[in-house]
């Protein structure tokens, strides 16, 4: 049975649309230079391709890594310029919600102190420690698996499942603010959201097995609950920063499961 042409056509748009938001490749962007701009619900509708661009960093990344293993260059180094080539891809799009979140949720008093610290475009020090321990996690973690057949798809497990987080966040919870990029956004239906789910639980078990799998399935989905609670109770809902943060905290917990 094939799928009618309006079908494949709609869901190649929301997997270029996804590549759009969560990279900085240009073929996502090529591709609606010659078509209709991103509309504000095409990123809901796209949100069940978000494993698969997280698949594709994680190849990039892994290629890298691979490539520089294989040249001679040391664990440490090699995992570095990894990470250093995931940020080059993503434009470190959730680095910056990351240190957004942690500044937010750390520096203002009141609900409207936070927000207005997340939107503000300066790091302070509670960002800054944040990505440090981001980085250093995910750098060690690498190098500590040192052998590329364990690298690699850690790094591709981490990266796809990771971005499954950011749909069910965005199921669960209503933005926090009327205006900004979770509002524009909009919530998925919940069809996007059980794709990802599933193309993220088929991508850990494929690459860190069922028992690893499930442990780092369990894990991020307590990320993800954790992440709920602490967005109402700090600002009462989520925004596109806090939806950064929790891709990072997602993907940090799965590279440490990798090495169990």
């Known amino acids: 049975m094939t799928l ?13 649309a996804s590549l759009v938001f969560l990279t900085r490749l240009p073929f996502g962007r090529l591709a609606f230079a010659r078509a209709e701009p991103i509309a504000a619900g095409d990123l809901a ?19 890298v890594y691979a490539l520089l293993h294989k040249a001679g260059l040391p664990a440490w180094p090699a995992a570095a310029l990894a990470v250093a080539a995931s940020l080059a891809v993503t434009g470190a799009l959730h680095e910056d919600g990351l ?27 509670y960002g800054v420690c944040a990505l440090v321990l981001s980085l250093l996690l995910r750098v060690s973690a690498l190098a500590s698996l040192a052998d590329t057949a364990l690298v690699v798809p850690a790094l591709i497990a981490a990266h796809a499942a990771a971005r499954a987080t950011m749909p069910a966040l965005m199921f669960l919870m209503p933005p926090a603010r009327r205006d900004g990029l979770a509002f524009d956004a909009g919530r998925p239906p919940v ?28 894990l991020v989905l ?11 109770a700090q600002i009462d809902g989520q925004t596109g920063d806090v939806l950064g943060a929790l891709e990072q905290v997602s993907e940090i917990v799965i590279l440490l499961v990798a090495l169990l």
């Open 222 to 232: 307590i990320a993800v609950v954790l992440m709920a609670w602490l967005s109402i």
């Open 191 to 218: 069809e996007s959201v059980a794709v990802a789910g599933v193309l993220s639980i088929l991508v850990l078990v494929i690459c860190l097995g069922v028992g690893l799998g499930l442990v780092a399935l369990i």
């Open 99 to 125: 240190a957004d979140t942690v500044d937010g949720f750390g520096g203002g008093a009141t609900r409207e102190q936070k927000l207005d610290i997340m939107r503000d475009s300066r790091i302070g020090t």
């Open 4 to 16: 009618p042409e309006p079908h494949l056509e709609d869901r190649t748009r929301e997997l270029m």
């Open 45 to 63: 509708r796209a949100a069940w391709a978000f494993p698969i661009a997280g698949v594709l960093v994680g190849l990039i990344a892994a290629a």
